[in-house]
């Protein structure tokens, strides 16, 4: 039975893994097509100069270079874990340590995680430091100094075991004291939290890592006043964070729910970008606002989550799953740690799934900036700006946007808006 529990397992992951490699091949060759004119785009034509393509080319090839190895590599690690020992020396560890260290019930599930957890964090690192370092710092990105890059990760850790360990402590507890129907305690747990952790973000969160003003004084933030009367979005939610602390990058974004919804301008962005341009953008974040994206995505997920645990309900009982990676006492911290690992395969499959939710999303938002400015073409040019200033690929193979993109190709963006306003 273990034979079967890890042949199948292996089967799922190197297909999974295949399946990302080849997308990432395809992607690459795609860019580099000899049969395919190296020129500008449709839309982009006269917009952008022959240099700023090529550089385009060269940053989204050194990024899938660099993916090749750090597939592989993210693979191999998970491979080590699984089956090189670690799982059952984190396991007696824990249950050897905890009762000294943090002596309460759920003490060693609690430690086993965290072991668990600086075991994948470290693993990460390398990878982590040379995407930062190395390519977004050869394409003049980076902004981050490596003593701010170590401050971010230490504030990680605090917020992620502050915030994690109470919260595994009452998973643990559900598991364990009620009953048949645990999973469904679980979910309404974990929903919830899920729920707190969105609308304390913005406020709680977010400003130990970034600074955020509200717009200054001028003409631009009176038409923005005027653009979220027009649209009935609070005026007080509207800021410019300081992105320029670690990254060229410019992005804007949407977040929170209930009182503490708001839009977040990075200031690279409002650099960029002309008056009319930054309307748009506004205007398009509004659009997730008012269609309600932030709430389709929670519903989204608590069906994910919802399956995933009744799956978990099924297998926490069934013992080859632990003998077959080699731990002799099943648990209910194990249980978490190898479902979190061995589901990956599956909801790999959904990912292409949740995207193409999230570009419907981005095409709602895009007509409906559009529609309250009354023209597209503002719309049109910041995606423009933006994909340019942040060397966006701008001929991305299909297939792999169609599973990986959370947003459609600017080019897609830009003939969805002329079809709207036509
Ligand atoms: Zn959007």
Redesign the pocket.
Known sequence: MEQLVVGLFLAAFSLEFLVEFGLNELNLRYLRHPGKEQRVPDYFQGKMSTGEFEMSAAYTLAKGRFQRWAEIYGRAMILVFLFAGWLPYFDQLSRSVAPRLLPFTQGTGVLFCLLVALFFWLASLPTDLYAKFGIESRFGFNKTSLCLYLTDKLKMALIGTVLGVPFLIVVLWLMDASGRYWWLWAFVFIMSFQFLMVSIYPTLIAPWFNKFEPLKEGEFRDRVIALAKQVGFKTSGIFSMDGSKRSAHSN???TGIGKTKRIVLFDTLLEQMTADQGIAVLA??M??YKMK?IRTMLVLQSLVLFAGLYVLSLLIDFRPLFSAFGLEQPSNHAALVLFSLLSGPATFYLSPLINLISRT??YE??RFAAVALGEGRPMEEALIKLSIKNLANLTPHPWYSAYHYS?PTPAERIRAIRECMA
Request: without cysteine; hydrophobic residues 25%.
């Open positions: 804007a974004y949407f398009h974040e659009g997730h994206h999303h981005e938002a895009d947003h």
